[in-house]
């Protein structure tokens, strides 16, 4: 368990290296993470601070996020279909955030657009919370999963083409694949506190996470409130997601692959698989942005792209294995 | 021409005389044809709006596109208020019975086809990539509306504009296009050409490209352009325009001369570049007084 999370670690470090070591400004390894540190006054420091900074720690942030909330849902749910992307919450999330540009609430108000998205994504855990119901499920939560999509991702594209600038229409892909593409500090310090507040909540859970898969009375008779445990799930997971999603899209499945991946080397357990899925969603989300970066350095391929082809494929697989289980 | 003799000859008369009387029609349409300018001009495209306003009476100009009176995109944007205006729809072009209909390039293609079928004459204008291509659309179109002379003299005019606002500048200070998405213009562009006649270098350039594409905000900074002229921004939010404000952009901007592009004065082969122009020799002397 241990070694797992040491392992995980070191991927995650050697990745973010990798990620401010990478990009289209082809510059020595060495010399950009030395202008990384020192400021050389030129303008390779400033291409390492305010570009590949920013986004090297928002691949980090938003990995941890999305891992997260993913294994913090797949254990309250008891169901390995559970992915923020994938049931809504990141769409809900996104159609928060494009209100809240367009309507000049991000401008008007610096926090405007994190807690937007973060109403949005506490309506998306909401309604399917409501419809799966406490055990969530596999044919409900992927149907009210569908639905809260595709309606937020409808309204997202109503409110994108409503707009008078020429430019919204097109980021219609942005708001539903998710890309790190030229953000800066500005975005770090937007979305850091509201995940910083995600984080702690589902840090709170894995002792009720674990004692859940006793069944619900079994925790209850452990001295876990349910009650409130389902409330830091949703509010948790809502402030990771909303918080993600408002800087950088949404971006689906890392929360479903990651999970899936770990789960096997934390003996299933679901508290141990929040910490591991944590650096697991972190080094997915990084080695996407990577691989983004060297399959098209000067155009902004969306971080979505890789990781539905990484993960639709493993939800195919997921719904016919609990198919023939007959969840 | 020989005609069937019958039996009934008023009948063969009557045919005689319908016969010359369409072949009548035809030769005096024809002429008239030649002659004559066209009298109902429909323009679906905002560069050939400008030119038609230019060189066309206005009397005979039907509608001219949408973008017309932007003022944004179109440097006549006042003159254009007098027009009426068409959303470029085959339906409602065709029912303005035009006699002549002017597209550009990109106009939707299966309106300017099914015009075609339906038998309107549509002239295509291509987009300008140089002040040559300003040139030669000017009189393009002056051909096209029968005002050859009109144009000639316009042409004139812009290359005499034209040379008074060229100098002869020994160190091109490097400038940089910078639009919404990290897009850029090269050389080879309209936007690029404007960038080098008014003396400066395009940055771009030294990164390798020549044409219009998207530029990594990482590279711009790498080439530490003297001036970053950026596109100027439309209502509304977007991510695609958040690039502009990019705390990079605003260091790379700070202390040194900038620019904004209205892209009414850029996007069409027009003379009204020549502002384009004069707007950024301006840019041009500020930034040489700070060097």
Redesign the interface.
Known sequence: MSRLMILLAVTVAVLFAASLAI???A?PVGRSLSALFVDDNG??S??MR???LPRALLGLMIGISLGMAGAGMQGYLRNPLADPGLIGVSGSAALGAVIA??T?L??AFVLGLPLMALAGALGGVFLVMLLAGPQGGSQTLILAGIAISSLSAALSSLVLNL??????A??IV?WMMGSLA?R???HVWLALPLMAAGWALLASLPRGLDALTLGEDAAEALGINLTRLRLKLVIGTAACVGAATAVAGAIGFVGLVVPHILRPYVASRPGPLIWASALGGAAMVLAADIVVRLIL????LKLGVLTAIVGAPLFLHLIYKTRRAGV | MRLRVGPSTSASVRISKLISLGAALVFTGAAAFADAAPRRIVSMNLCTDQLAMLLSDPDRIVSLSYLATDPRSSAMHREAQVFARNQGQAEEIYLQEPDLVLAGQYTGVATVNMLKRLGKRVEVFLPAYSLEDVRDGILHMGQVLGHQARAEALVAQFDADLAALREDVQNRPLAALYY???YTTGDKTLAGQILLAAGFDNAITRAGQSRA???????L????PDAVVTGAK??????????LD???IR?LQKGRETGTVADSDWLCGTPYVLRAIADLVALRHRVEESQ
């Not at chain 1, 707009?163 to 919204?168: R, V």
């Not at chain 1, 350095?297 to 902004?300: F, N, R, S």
């Not at chain 2, 594409?213 to 590279?219: H, I, R, V």
Request: hydrophobic share 35%; glycine share 8%.
């Open positions: 990009g289209p400004a510059a303008p390779l400033m291409v305010e570009i590949r540009i367009h000049g991000s401008a707009s008078p600038n020429p430019f919204a097109n980021e942005f030229d800066s500090m500005t350095p000067t155009q902004d | 919404a998405n990290g594409g998207n530029l990594p905000l990482e590279l900074v790498m080439l530490q439309y209502p509304g939010q977007s991510r695609s325009e958040a690039i990019h705390p990079v260091t």
